[in-house]
Every structure is written in C-alpha cells, then in structure tokens.
C-alpha cells in the first residue's frame, strides 16, 4: 500500500531536487514531520525504501554512484539505529539522514 496516497503530488523534478540538495548540516530535531514524511515519500516514490524500512541501493551500487562495499557498515549500523521506530517518516527520515551524513555527503 502506498503509505504516501496522493497528497504530495511529487513530481520527478522534485524528488530529484530534494535528493541532491540535502543540507549537510541539518539538525534532524528541528525537522518537521511534513517534511520528513515529504523526504520518506520520495524515498519511497524511487524506491531506494518500502514500508517495512528495507533500503535497497542496489541500483546505485549497478551504477557506480555508491560503493557497495564502502557504504555496507553504515547502512548496516544506520538500519540497526533507527530498527525500533515504528513510524514510517520518522524511520526513513532518520535512516537516511545516518547514511547520507556519513557516505553520501562525501560523494
């Protein structure tokens, strides 16, 4: 089930925004949860996440945009850091906010 429905609307143009102009130095506290649930849905919209929490980036890693090998202790240790939220925005906002501030910032 789409745990998004249709209330974001969210065009390609914006996903792909969103994905490349992640803040570096964003304080995850003083997010607000629309905006996680907007990050968690577009997550999910590519699929790099489904609702069960489930990362997959191995499109990514086929590509060569992340190294499998170097992001698989971070992904590890992020997915163990947030395995007992049980909100969907909050879980994927929080994961991939742990990777991308160790790995994907430095891409």
């Excluded at 609702?51 to 997915?79: H, K, M, Q, W």
Aim: proline share 3%.
């Amino acid at each position: 089930s789409d745990p998004c429905g249709d209330k974001y609307g969210i065009s390609e143009e914006e996903a792909n925004a969103v994905m490349e102009d992640w803040p570096r130095n964003l304080q995850v506290a003083s997010v607000n949860r629309t905006h996680k649930c907007y990050v968690a849905c577009i997550l999910w919209y590519f699929g790099i996440i489904d609702t069960s929490g489930n990362v997959f980036l191995d499109e990514y890693f086929d590509l060569g945009v992340i190294d499998e090998y170097a992001v698989a202790p971070t992904l590890n240790r992020c997915v163990y850091q947030y395995r007992n939220e049980t909100d969907f925005c909050e879980r994927t906002f929080g994961l991939f906010y742990c990777i991308r501030l160790e790995k994907l910032g430095t891409m």
